[in-house]
């Protein structure tokens, strides 16, 4: 339908020798920092202040993990939900809460703690 009633103003349009063009005065996109808001903007201010991981999203590498000497787990709050690959080729993740103070042993025997990160 809407090709026909392109065709169909093309051929009005040459009949009463109508012509047309497209204009483009910007040839780029503004900073997009100008246009984002929110949660959004934030991340983009964090970023451009060297901060690559505004939100503690990024994977950890396991590290010993034994009861002395935990895997440490930033945190702003009093806790935080976990996931733990525990086999290279697993495909599944393990979930596990960690509580403020409390360590945790995941099911394949690593150990997690959580420590006291301060809020953005």
């Avoid at 984002?36 to 590290?63: H, Q, S, W, Y």
Wanted: charged residues 25%; contains cysteine; hydrophobic residues 40%.
């Amino acid at each position: 339908m809407a090709s026909m009633c392109g065709r169909m103003a093309l051929r009005a349009a040459a009949r009463q020798n109508v012509t047309y063009h497209s204009v483009r005065t910007c040839k780029m996109m503004n900073d997009p920092l100008e246009h984002a808001t929110g949660i959004e903007k934030r991340e983009l201010l964090l970023k451009a202040a060297g901060n690559d991981n505004p939100f503690d999203m990024k994977v950890f590498k396991r590290g010993a993990g034994t009861k002395e000497n935990p895997n440490l787990i930033p945190s702003a709050f009093d806790a935080r939900i976990v996931g733990c690959i525990c086999e290279e080729d697993q495909t599944y993740v393990q979930w596990m809460w960690l509580q403020k103070g409390n360590q945790k042993r995941c099911e394949c025997g690593h150990w997690f703690k959580l420590v006291e990160k301060a809020a953005v």
